[in-house]
């Protein structure tokens, strides 16, 4: 069942997140953590690196796998999702870079960079906690809505509506990419615990359906209603038709 937590604004979000994570790395200092991008988990990151930097947090033993990245972009762009995690977590924190992961923008080859990101997700022998945001059509890392349910990584067509919304983040509308590489809903689903972040009466439709509405590729991150393990933190705001169509849902 899906629990879902109430943060006042984005500043309380944030905080309540990041000390969920916070206590997933001091449970089991070699935890494998599921990160995300976007502009959502920032002010997650901020926390964390605070707890780093306060020296409650240490992160010299944990590994992460990233969601999604890109397809055609270089670690050194700086709309890659590789530079973003760089720029607000990896390079403020005592992380190895060799216990980061996230898929290659620039292999070419669909089919061999889905395989071997598949490898290193299975080789770290479990998620303990996947990171997730949440676009406005309801898709999570970038499992756009279809027909299915993706399993595996997989090689995404962006939906006009995904290259619209994140073209805030690039010069023209042009420059983002058509295509990305995505961790599959079913490796999502294999996580021992998931966490989604939302924020902003503009995510407050598509939380609504997603946390109440029916279970359905159509909206993928509705299938986090049968995690045995997740929790959605959403500020006011971001709950606002959740809380006028379906209060129950609010434990
Ligand atoms: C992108 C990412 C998603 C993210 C979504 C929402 O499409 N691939 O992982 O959840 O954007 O972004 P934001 O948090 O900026 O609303």
Same mark, same amino acid.
């Given at each position: ?101 996230? #898929?290659?923008?620039? %292999?070419?080859? =669909? ?6 990101? $598949? &490898? @290193? ?92 509405? #029916?279970?359905?590729? %159509?909206?993928? =991150? ?6 045995? $393990? &997740? @929790? ?20």
């Amino acid at each position: 069942m899906l629990k879902i937590i109430k943060a006042k604004d984005y500043a309380d979000l944030s905080r309540k997140a990041a000390n969920i994570i916070a206590a997933q790395v001091i449970l089991k200092p070699d935890s494998v953590l599921g990160l995300a991008t976007g502009s959502s988990p920032i002010g997650l990151y901020k926390e964390l690196i605070k707890g780093y930097e306060a020296g409650d947090l240490d992160f010299s033993k944990v590994r992460t796998v990233n969601l999604d990245e890109y397809r055609g972009l270089t670690p050194d762009n700086d709309q890659s999702y590789a530079y973003f995690m760089n720029e607000n977590l990896f390079k403020h924190i005592n992380i190895d870079k060799a216990n980061t992961n996230l #898929p290659d923008g620039t %292999e070419p080859d =669909a089919e061999k960079e889905c395989a071997r990101y $598949d &490898a @290193v997700l299975e080789s770290m022998g479990g998620i303990d906690i996947q990171l997730l945001g949440i676009g406005l059509n309801g898709h999570i890392g970038f499992n756009e809505p279809a027909a299915a349910f993706t399993k595996g990584t997989n090689c995404v067509d962006l939906k006009a509506s995904t290259i619209e919304a994140n073209s805030r983040f690039f010069a023209t509308i042009d420059d983002v990419p058509k295509q990305a590489y995505t961790m599959g809903i079913g490796s999502i689903m294999k996580s021992k615990k998931v966490l989604l972040v939302a924020n902003g009466e503009g995510k407050a439709e598509i939380i609504y359906k997603a946390c109440c509405g #029916p279970i359905t590729p %159509e909206v993928p =991150a509705s299938i986090l209603q049968l995690h045995p $393990d &997740a @929790v959605v933190v959403a500020d006011e705001a971001a709950l606002k038709v959740l809380m006028e169509k379906c209060p129950e849902a609010l434990n």
